[in-house]
């Protein structure tokens, strides 16, 4: 059958092991590796596989997974952009609409977007993996998130096992959240946009990036034009080894590792602010990040992280069984890296290390942003 599936039009067979596949780096080799470039490619590959009760891991970039050594009873469906022509983004300058394959990388497509003019996913630059992972987890950064800019999303719906564009209401967007993450429930195979033709971005929330644009604090709903957004957004996600790089460690993760913690009300935050002052002093818990987020609060999980204990650099002790192949990013203390020859074992280790050092400082169980395949955080 996988033999069959790899002479399908639009479909490759790259055999490759997880280590290959995902920016972390880590995990063992897949049954199969089937790239597939093209939406009915996908339907083909993932409707054979499903019908014959293989399981399948849809992969786009590899850049939000944490994947376990022993795969071997899987198949990888990579998503990647084929090479004809048709296969190019669409994009309507009247408009601002941009259709684009799900396997599309998603910092080219928004660098197109730029080139054009048109606003909307600047802030959204330098994320790794492809177009169709955004919704899945409604990626987020310097206070956009991709929900806002969504105007169709093609699905390969696993369960009828056809194609359609759906209103992206029905995937329940919320903070990295929608009801197709952890699901796999329906594949995306294209996604549509709708952005401004003004050439300007969208109004500028994050206060850093507006301090780096010259914003003045007087302005209400900032703008700036969409090329001097992508570049400044770069310039500080590169600072913190946010932009992938081969050479530089630091971006050998799957970027955030854990999800900015909320609890669910002010006695909740409280009691975090009481375990802070207690550990750091009224000083340091009168700066603590906090938001609020519906009836709750959201915290900073970076700043708990670095609070309890966990400065940049951090590794498990070689006496608790640390390897050294893995530790917190010399940039940014929120990002699990691999120093080189890490394994997924290594990163476990790290990762309980420091979401149980944070729960004992203030009693916040942190909880990792990855998907995790073949291979879970214990409890
Ligand atoms: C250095 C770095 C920085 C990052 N910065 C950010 C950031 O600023 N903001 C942010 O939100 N995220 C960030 N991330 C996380 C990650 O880049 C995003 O979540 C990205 O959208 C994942 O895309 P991917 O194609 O690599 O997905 P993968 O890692 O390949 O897959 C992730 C999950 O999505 C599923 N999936 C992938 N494609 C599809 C599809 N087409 N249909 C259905 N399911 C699919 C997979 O099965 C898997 O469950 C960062 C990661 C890294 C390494």
């Avoid at 599936?5 to 199969?32: H, Q």
């Avoid at 507006?210 to 400044?232: C, H, I, K, Q, S």
């Avoid at 935050?269 to 009481?274: G, I, M, P, Q």
């Amino acid at each position: 059958m996988i033999d069959a599936l790899a002479r399908t039009d639009g479909v490759l067979r790259t055999d490759r092991s997880f280590a290959d596949l995902t920016t972390l780096r880590i995990g063992g080799t897949p049954a199969a590796t089937l790239v597939c470039s093209s939406p009915a490619a996908v339907a083909t590959v993932v409707g054979t596989l499903d019908r014959a009760g293989v399981p399948l891991l849809v992969v786009g970039g590899g850049s939000n997974l944490v994947v376990g050594e022993d795969v071997a009873g899987l198949v990888a469906v990579v998503l990647a952009p084929g090479r004809g022509e048709d296969a190019a983004p669409v994009v309507d300058t009247a408009t601002g609409t941009v259709t684009a394959f799900a396997g599309e990388v998603w910092d080219d497509l928004v660098a197109v977007t730029v080139d054009a003019g048109f606003g909307g996913l600047e802030c959204l630059s330098g994320i790794p993996g492809s177009v169709g992972a955004t919704p899945v987890q409604n990626v987020g950064a310097y206070g956009a998130e991709v929900s806002r800019t969504l105007s169709r999303v093609e699905l390969y719906d696993r369960t009828t096992g056809t194609l359609d564009w759906v209103d992206p209401a029905s995937l329940d967007l919320a903070y990295r959240y929608s009801n197709l993450k952890f699901t796999g429930r329906a594949v995306v195979t294209a996604v549509e946009f709708r952005l401004t033709t003004d050439g300007l971005s969208a109004p500028l929330r994050f206060g850093e990036l507006a301090r780096r644009l010259g914003v003045g604090a007087d302005e209400d709903r900032p703008r700036r034009p969409v090329a001097d957004v992508r570049e400044a957004v770069l310039a500080l996600r590169r600072g913190k080894g946010m932009v992938l790089d081969a050479d530089d460690h630091d971006t050998w993760s799957a970027g955030s590792f854990f999800t900015n913690p909320v609890v669910p009300d002010a006695a909740a935050r409280d009691a975090v602010l009481a375990a802070v002052t207690d550990r750091c002093g009224a000083d340091v818990a009168a700066s603590m990040p906090c938001y609020p987020a519906g009836e709750g609060f959201k915290l900073s999980a970076a700043w708990l992280i670095d609070r309890a204990g966990f400065a940049r650099g951090w590794q498990v002790p070689a006496d608790d069984g640390g390897t050294g192949r893995a530790a917190l990013s010399t940039k940014h203390t929120l990002a699990l890296t691999n120093r080189g020859g890490a394994t997924t074992a290594d990163i476990v280790a790290l990762a309980t290390a420091v979401r149980d050092g944070v729960r004992a400082a203030f009693g916040v169980t942190l909880v990792p942003e990855p998907v995790w395949v073949g291979v879970s955080l214990p409890d």
